[in-house]
């Protein structure tokens, strides 16, 4: 089987890059989607696509609605969200695409620092894991995928 992993957030560092090479160091059997990280074209999507909006409201509403189509479609499909928040930008969106990920009853790790959790308590009761680092969440996926635990022999051994 072929898992597939959902990586939404913050998209201004690498750590969806670095949980798809740890997972490919690891041999895991995933895929990865996510929602379009680049930040110009997932805002102007709707009216690029729709046509252009005199006021903002309406511009960011059409972009809005033309990413959920992906964004709902890639958590539907997902076997594991992965929801990472940032130390600069409050994102609004990833705590949105944990709320839905966990409405839908799909297992949700998410990401952050210590100086979020207060402010991300919901989110993390709702997840069935809270890491801090890329490196956690591959460790995760090594365990849950292959059964295989670091510092045990073989991933037969942290199955028992």
């Known amino acids: 089987m072929t898992w597939t992993i959902y990586l939404s957030g913050e998209i201004h560092t690498d750590w969806r890059e670095r949980i ?7 041999g895991l059997a995933v895929r990865f989607t996510a929602p ?14 729709l046509g252009a909006e005199a006021e903002k ?14 964004t709902r479609t890639l958590i539907g499909k997902a076997d594991i969200v992965v ?6 930008y409050k994102q609004w969106n990833a705590a949105f ?5 966990a409405a839908l009853g799909k297992p949700l790790i998410v990401m952050h620092q210590d100086e979020h959790a207060h402010a991300l ?12 680092t890329p490196e ?4 995760i996926l090594r365990y849950v995928i292959d059964g295989a635990l670091e510092g045990y022999t073989d991933g037969k051994d942290a199955a028992r």
């Open 20 to 26: 798809e090479s740890g997972a490919a160091e690891a």
């Open 36 to 49: 379009v990280t680049h930040h110009e074209a997932s805002d102007d999507a709707g009216v690029a696509i």
């Open 57 to 70: 409201f309406w511009h960011d509403h059409k972009g809005a609605q033309v990413n959920a189509i992906r």
């Open 83 to 88: 929801v990472r928040f940032g130390e600069k």
């Open 97 to 101: 695409d944990a709320g839905y990920a």
């Open 121 to 132: 308590k919901e989110v993390d009761a709702a997840a069935l894991a809270v890491a801090k």
């Open 136 to 139: 956690q969440v591959v460790a």
